[in-house]
């Protein structure tokens, strides 16, 4: 593969294969060698970097974009921000939201505006709050609509353009045929109509949000570079080089999904070309549609803190089918980890990068155990291979064994444990009980006898033997020789910080290592677990090491269940979505043992690692929602929460389009005041159906295809 200058892409059809290859038109001194994004990849990718360092958080420069009286860029804190859900129409109703969020602590605050009447009504609404001394920036969501971005640019701050559907028509997710003088007459339609609106801004000093989403892509876009990360920076582009070509750059970036793994793709593939092209354009990072409670909390830190991780990302915002002023708290959270994390520029020494994947999911999964002659129990379910779920119990949890196997969510058939879709797979039993303990090491026994692993500390094992334990060692007891101690053919887990010397984790090689456990403790403050861990990887793959590894995560006490779940969800889920791991442990001395147990869960299903309950793609609801979306989420989530594999979107309206759906299965689609749609995939098949029958209609629409489950008798 050459190096090349590279600027646009130009589209080419050979036969029914389209190739995407460079041309140079750009002057300028970046040299970028492409290369497959993964072997046999049709995508190339840039190899030159998506971020600052890969080896510590150091925020990427970006110019500063004033949106009203807000900087938003690198020398600027990270901006939060969120989306009001009152009817636009009703002034008084989005004045009072408005102001409420602005109390909360928001920087910046998102308005839908539909058409004619609601840009009227924004007029008096951004006059109430300046009456009322609320100077907080006012941005414009457009879609299909540009006439109405031309009226709302000239009193609000900040106008959102959604490349997929301001100038195109809806996406109706056909595969059409274009050739490359159809596709450059549309770049010219889409010229000519979106040219009087950067010529407004630039006139008005207002700033823009170039916000594509994966879920509404232009049919033109998805018949050159599918429904993929390529085809979202693409789409953005078209737009910023017009503004570029006009002179106008107070603009942001967004590139949203549902999926985390897609978003946090997207993203980078924009970084990686906007490096390319010396383009310094601030971030606006979000998930889209990410649901309510832990779920949403947990989506967004993983594709958020990903990329805070990265040093990328300049504002905000968690989506969450909540109350809007109810996103602030989450957002802030978040944001001050990632800016601590680049404050400290958190990170370890240098280390050469060769073997993680940043532009396209592929997972490394570490070699699952294996039954061995003279084996007395079955070890092959002490790892998942969708990915592991391990807990931490305490020997006061032996004294009430069933309660114990309830709380690892085992069944439990006549008093004894049996493993089902979403029970624990391993647990760490820092102290054994005593030797003569018989009804406590009765109970550990039936775990192990199920395929439970049970990790106890060498020191424990080595006074107090427990048949077929796993045994923690750290390089310490390693490097001494102490494990040599335990009964030959004893199955290891090793402890790792990830920043050792190389002759230290030279000390796990020819062992048989069952897993391990990469457990940075909490307090450090100038390493990051993250880098750690990627460092950790690098070696393994360096050195042929399929051993699988388990994140573990020691919480202090007294930590907020919120700092827990957006923590996890940022220090696990960013390896995780670069397929660095086989599982997790989480440990929290003063939280609920189930809500330990759940957060591990979401994170491996927000990851799209381990299904283990219905997945919902929920809209966080704004001016357009047709519905009560909270109340109808929550009707549906309680007939339905029962269905592992099956995934529904509850939508308030399409304007993201079905496409925001790709990731269901079924979708219930807000179409006409008290009317729904339900769609299966991206295909609408019931139409206008009254609300009051809409969930018992989903409902049917699952049994007719076969997905449906009765739910589980209560115990």
């Known amino acids: 593969m050459g190096f090349v200058r590279v600027s646009d892409l130009k589209r080419f059809k050979s036969g029914?294969?389209?190739?995407?290859?460079?041309?140079?038109s750009n002057p300028g001194s970046d040299i970028a060698e492409l290369k497959p994004a993964s072997e046999g990849s049709p995508l190339l990718v840039p190899r030159q970097k998506y971020c600052e360092y890969i080896h510590k958080t150091v925020r990427r420069k970006t110019r500063t974009v004033m949106v009203g009286n807000v900087a938003i860029g690198s020398e600027h804190p990270l901006r939060i921000q969120t989306m009001t859900t009152s009817d636009t129409k009703d002034v008084s109703a989005?004045?009072?939201e408005v102001m409420r969020i602005a109390d909360?602590?928001?920087?910046?605050?998102r308005i839908t505006v539909q058409g004619k009447k609601e840009a009227d009504a924004c007029f008096?609404?951004?006059n109430?709050?300046?009456?009322?001394?609320?100077?907080?920036?006012?941005?414009?969501d457009i879609h299909f609509a540009p006439s109405v971005a031309l009226r709302v640019a000239e009193c609000f701050d900040k106008i959102r353009v959604n490349p997929g559907n301001f100038a195109d028509r809806r996406a109706q997710f056909e595969k059409l045929e274009y050739t490359e003088e159809d596709y450059e007459k549309e770049l010219e339609h889409i010229e000519q109509v979106f040219t009087p609106l950067v010529e407004k801004c630039k006139k008005y000093g207002r700033a823009m949000r170039i916000g594509t989403n994966h879920g509404s892509l232009s049919d033109r876009i998805m018949s050159y570079y599918g429904d993929?990360?390529?085809?979202?920076?693409?789409s953005a582009f078209e737009f910023a080089r017009i503004c570029r070509k006009l002179d106008f750059h107070n603009f942001v970036f967004s590139m949203k999904a549902s999926n985390p793994v897609i978003m946090v793709q997207a993203y980078r593939l924009l970084v990686a070309e906007m490096y390319v092209q010396g383009w310094d354009y601030p971030l606006h990072l979000g998930v889209t549609e990410a649901g309510e409670g832990e779920d949403g909390r947990m989506k967004s830190a993983i594709g958020i803190g990903t990329l805070l991780q990265d040093g990328l990302g300049d504002t905000i915002r968690v989506s969450l089918t909540e109350a809007p002023e109810e996103e602030i708290d989450p957002c802030k959270r978040l944001a001050n980890l990632g800016m601590r994390a680049a404050d400290l520029q958190q990170g370890?020494?240098?280390?050469?990068e060769k073997h993680r994947h940043y532009f396209d999911f592929q997972r490394r999964s570490g070699q699952l155990p294996v039954q061995k002659e003279g084996d007395e129990v079955d070890y092959r379910g002490v790892l998942h291979r969708d990915g592991s779920v391990l807990m931490s119990v305490s020997l006061d949890q032996l004294k009430t064994p069933e309660l114990l196997y309830k709380s690892l969510a085992a069944k439990l058939v006549v008093g004894m444990p049996f493993k089902d879709l979403a029970t624990v797979d391993s647990i760490l039993l820092r102290q054994l009980p005593p030797v003569d303990d018989d009804d406590s090491r009765l109970a550990l026994k039936r775990l192990v006898d199920v395929s439970m692993g049970v990790i106890t500390p060498l020191s424990e094992q080595l006074t107090k033997p427990l048949p077929n334990a796993i045994v923690l060692v750290n390089t310490k007891e390693l490097s001494s020789g102490a494990h040599k101690l335990l009964p030959e053919g004893t199955r290891l887990v090793v402890s790792l910080r990830g920043d050792e010397p190389y002759e230290v984790l030279d000390l796990i090689k020819g062992l048989d290592v069952t897993m391990l456990l990469h457990d940075l403790p909490y307090s450090e403050d100038k390493i990051s677990r993250v880098h750690a861990a990627r460092r950790l990887f690098e070696y393994l793959g360096d050195n042929g090491l399929n051993y699988p590894v388990i994140h573990h995560i020691q919480f202090p006490s007294g930590i907020h269940r919120d700092d827990l779940v957006i923590s996890a969800g940022t220090n696990v889920g960013a390896l995780l979505v670069d397929g660095l791991g086989d599982g997790l442990l989480l440990e929290a001395p003063d939280k609920d043992f189930n809500f330990i147990r759940n957060t591990s869960f979401n994170l491996l299903q927000g990851c799209r690692m381990r299904n283990t309950k219905t997945e919902y793609v929920s809209c966080p609801s704004c001016g357009r929602t047709l519905f009560d979306l909270q109340e109808i989420s929550a009707q549906i989530r309680e007939k339905t929460s029962h269905l592992p594999g099956v995934s529904i979107a509850i939508m308030g309206c399409i304007v993201n389009g079905p496409g925001e759906m790709a990731d269901a299965d079924f979708g219930y689609v807000g179409g006409a005041p008290g009317k729904i749609d339900l769609y299966v995939g991206k295909t609408m098949v019931k139409r206008a159906i009254e609300m009051e029958h809409a969930t018992d209609a989903l409902i049917q629409l699952i049994k007719d295809h076969g997905r449906w489950v009765d739910p589980p008798a209560e115990e």
């Open 16 to 24: 029914r294969t389209r190739i995407s290859v460079i041309r140079n």
């Open 94 to 96: 989005t004045v009072e």
């Open 104 to 109: 909360k602590g928001a920087d910046i605050v």
């Open 124 to 126: 008096e609404i951004k």
């Open 128 to 140: 109430s709050l300046v009456q009322k001394n609320y100077n907080i920036p006012l941005v414009a």
């Open 228 to 234: 993929s990360p390529r085809g979202m920076v693409e």
């Open 348 to 352: 370890v020494a240098p280390f050469e």
